[in-house]
Structure formats: structure tokens, C-alpha cells
Nanobody, 115 residues
Framework: QVQLMESGGGLVQPGGSLRLSCVAS????????MGWYRQAPEKERELVAH???????KCADSVKGRFTISRDNAKNTVYLQMNSLKAEDTAVYYC?????????WGQGTQVTVSS
């Protein structure tokens, strides 16, 4: 079993920054992809960015140039640095860990961008 613990969400003004963290614990699959998804009210959950064990990154077009994903394999932690936040970034952000035939989700952390 794997547990994902997210932190770092909150309320921020447009143009501001937040940094999300997600720590994985338990039976970690070494070859895994960690990432972030988000779900806004009345919208489907969408990929924000993910990063493989080897460091290959996939990022949504809507956040390119503003968000940066990184991971520390020694700490089983993935980070999402979010800069130049916009109102449309408001959502619940979920941490995800995926391997071959498995996927785990965190409980989600709220990010609200509002003046």
C-alpha cells in the first residue's frame, strides 16, 4: 500500500506563487511516475504535470512557463512550483503516483487564486 501526503495549497492573489509538495510512503515502486492533476468545480480532472523516475517531464500547455515540477527520489517527494497564478488555476490539486498497472491518489489540496 502507498500513501501520498500533499501540502502547500492555500489562497493566493493573481500573479502570486505557491509550492505544492507530495511525499509518498509505503511500498513504493521504484520505476514510477509522480505528478499532479487538478479538478475545478464542474470540470473533469486534468493532468497538470508529471515526472518519471528518470526525470522526463510532461506538462499541460496551460501551465507551461509558469509551473515547474521536480522530484527528489531519495525523499520520495514530488514538488510543483506554481508562479504567475491565475484565477483559472483555482482547483483541487491531487498528487498521483503511477507504476505498471497501479495508480495511487492523494486526498487533494485546495488552491484558490483570488483577489
Amino acid at each position: 500500500q502507498v500513501q501520498l501526503m500533499e501540502s502547500g495549497g492555500g489562497l493566493v492573489q493573481p500573479g502570486g506563487s505557491l509550492r505544492l509538495s507530495c511525499v509518498a510512503s509505503g511500498n513504493i515502486v521504484r520505476i514510477s511516475t509522480m505528478g499532479w492533476y487538478r479538478q475545478a468545480p464542474e470540470k473533469e480532472r486534468e493532468l497538470v504535470a508529471h515526472i518519471t523516475w528518470g526525470g522526463t517531464i510532461k506538462c499541460a500547455d496551460s501551465v507551461k512557463g509558469r509551473f515547474t515540477i521536480s522530484r527528489d527520489n531519495a525523499k520520495n517527494t514530488v514538488y510543483l512550483q506554481m508562479n504567475s497564478l491565475k484565477a483559472e488555476d483555482t482547483a483541487v490539486y491531487y498528487c498521483n503516483l503511477a507504476g505498471i498497472g497501479i495508480a495511487y491518489w492523494g486526498q487533494g489540496t485546495q488552491v484558490t487564486v483570488s483577489s
